[in-house]
């Protein structure tokens, strides 16, 4: 068989094991990117050709796998965010692109000092070291294989020195203060977690997602932080789930915070908190 072939039969098993049609095609060549160590132009440009020897049986692996609704991320062991491959396992959530407004706004912002609540892969934190190379970051999460995962992520992109990983709640025994501090908490509540779809719910880890009946346990406790930790002028960025703004609009309005705006996401859904601290 050739390569094309291979591919275009991978794609019908992901699309009969129920996976979108366009999904499923993103991921039969992205498994066989991976398989072969090649390229997305070099896979095209190769794909009339036989499959090198060996190719047949470690395809037929990860595409069975993914047939089982395994996220790909996790198949390959890598996500992409703001152009940078991260490590990822099942001990941390993928990065998903949404995320990435958090960087788009940190952007335009001066500062030095950050926190990174809950870095999980250290996707924001390493992302920031590596575009602000004055930034000073401490990242947090409560699981030691994140934080191991996170830590590899900053030594690839040799960022280590100037991130600080603690494992702690959120930032406890963490004084601060900073110019900004950044936050992708939990958000999902109890009972639309049983509706999330199989490579999410049966593969995601479960404390990087929900927050109580309301999904806004975590939101709460991060804003808590934001009001003590951040100093005078000092900002938030925060991603929130569909259909919070306006309640997080209330929290954020009964704090020592001031909120400035929820920014869209590509979808046009209210997703990032942009607060200062009075």
Known sequence: MTLRQHITAAKARLVAAGIE?????????????????????????????????????????????RTRREPAAYITGVQEFWSRDFAVSPAVLIPRPETELIIEEAMSMAFVTVADIGTGSGCLAVTIAAEFPRARIVATDISAPALAIALANAQRYRVADRIEFKATRYLDGIAGPFDL?????????????????????????????????????????????????????GLLLMEIGFGQAEVVSGLVNTSPLALLRISNDLQAIPRLVVAQRS
Do not use: K, Q
């Open 21 to 65: 049609p366009a999904e499923a095609a993103r991921d039969a060549l992205y498994l066989a990117m991976h398989i072969l160590g090649w390229d997305r132009a070099t896979v095209h440009a190769r794909d009339i050709d036989p499959a090198p020897d060996a190719f047949a049986v470690a395809y037929d692996a990860v595409t069975e796998r």
């Open 181 to 233: 501090i950044v936050a992708n908490p939990p958000y999902v509540t109890d009972g639309e977690y049983e509706g999330l779809a199989p490579e999410v719910r049966s593969f995601e880890p479960r404390t990087a997602l929900t927050a109580g009946p309301d999904g806004l346990t975590d939101v709460r406790e991060v804003l808590a932080c934001a009001a003590i930790r951040l100093r005078p002028c």
